[in-house]
C-alpha cells in the first residue's frame, strides 16, 4: 500500500501521530532537543483525552522559536511550516491536511538534505509508491513514515512507543546528516 493510501486510510490518531513524526525528525533543524515534543507524544498516548494538545503545541512553538527565522535553510522553513501549521486540536479535517502536508513536507526536507541526487522530479511520486532511483536520505524518510502509519494502524495507542522509536531512529539520522553538512561547509 502506498504512502497516501496509508494516510487516506488512518484515523485521527494515526494522523497526528504521523504528522508529529515527520515533524519530530525534522526538529534538529530548528535547533530542538529529544524532549520538546515529548509532551505532545504524550498527549497522544491519552486515550480520549486531546484537550491539553493545544497549550502543548504552544510550549513547543515557544521553544522551537517564531515562523520567521532569518537565514534559515530551505529546510528549516518547511520544518518551521509544519510546526506552525499543526492544529490546535488534533481531530477532524485539520489533522488530516496537516498529516499530509507533514508527510511532503519531510520528504522534500530529506531531499534537499541528501548528497545524492533523487531522480524523480517531486515527493508525490514517491508518496504514491514509484521508488525507482530514490535517494537513500528519501528512502529511508518514506520508509519511516509508512512504519508509523502501519503501527500505529495495527496497534492504536499500543503502536505510540514504536511510532516514537522509529521518529527517534531518523531525528538521529537527521542530526548526523545536519552535523556533516555543517562541517564540509
Same mark, same amino acid.
Given at each position: @500500500?502506498?504512502?497516501?493510501?496509508? #494516510?487516506?486510510q488512518?484515523?485521527?490518531?494515526?494522523?497526528?501521530?504521523?504528522?508529529?513524526?515527520?515533524?519530530?525528525r525534522?526538529?534538529?533543524?530548528? +535547533?530542538?532537543?529529544?524532549?520538546?515534543?515529548?509532551?505532545?507524544?504524550?498527549?497522544l498516548?491519552?486515550?480520549?483525552?486531546?484537550?491539553?494538545?493545544?497549550?502543548?503545541?504552544?510550549?513547543?512553538?515557544?521553544?522551537? +522559536?517564531?515562523?520567521?527565522?532569518?537565514?534559515?535553510?530551505?529546510?528549516?522553513?518547511?520544518?518551521?511550516?509544519?510546526?506552525?501549521?499543526?492544529?490546535?486540536?488534533?481531530?477532524?479535517?485539520?489533522?488530516?491536511?496537516?498529516?499530509?502536508?507533514?508527510?511532503?513536507?519531510a520528504?522534500? #526536507?530529506?531531499?534537499?538534505l541528501?548528497?545524492?541526487?533523487?531522480?524523480?522530479?517531486?515527493?508525490?511520486?514517491?508518496?504514491?509508491?514509484?521508488?525507482?532511483? @530514490?535517494?537513500?536520505?528519501?528512502a529511508?524518510?518514506?520508509?519511516?513514515?509508512?512504519?508509523?502509519?502501519?503501527?500505529?494502524?495495527?496497534?492504536?495507542?499500543?503502536?505510540?512507543?514504536?511510532?516514537?522509536?522509529?521518529?527517534?531512529? +531518523?531525528?538521529?539520522?537527521?542530526?548526523?546528516?545536519?552535523?556533516?553538512?555543517?562541517?564540509?561547509?
Open positions: @500500500m502506498s504512502l497516501v493510501d496509508l #494516510i487516506a488512518a484515523d485521527e490518531r494515526g494522523l497526528a501521530a504521523s504528522g508529529l513524526a515527520c515533524l519530530d525534522c526538529v534538529p533543524l530548528l +535547533g530542538g532537543d529529544d524532549e520538546v515534543l515529548r509532551p505532545l507524544w504524550a498527549n498516548a491519552d486515550v480520549g483525552d486531546t484537550g491539553d494538545w493545544g497549550e502543548r503545541l504552544e510550549d513547543a512553538r515557544a521553544k522551537l +522559536g517564531g515562523p520567521d527565522e532569518p537565514g534559515e535553510s530551505e529546510a528549516a522553513m518547511l520544518a518551521r511550516r509544519m510546526l506552525a501549521a499543526a492544529p490546535d486540536d488534533p481531530v477532524g479535517g485539520p489533522v488530516r491536511v496537516w498529516a499530509d502536508a507533514c508527510s511532503v513536507a520528504l522534500q #526536507i530529506h531531499r534537499l541528501d548528497l545524492v541526487d533523487d531522480e524523480e522530479s517531486s515527493v508525490d511520486a514517491r508518496r504514491e509508491g514509484r521508488t525507482d532511483g @530514490m535517494s537513500p536520505l528519501v529511508a524518510e518514506l520508509r519511516r513514515q509508512v512504519v508509523v502509519l502501519e503501527v500505529l494502524a495495527g496497534h492504536g495507542a499500543g503502536g505510540l512507543r514504536r511510532a516514537l522509536e522509529v521518529s527517534l531512529e +531518523g531525528r538521529r539520522v537527521l542530526q548526523a546528516v545536519v552535523a556533516r553538512r555543517a562541517r564540509l561547509g
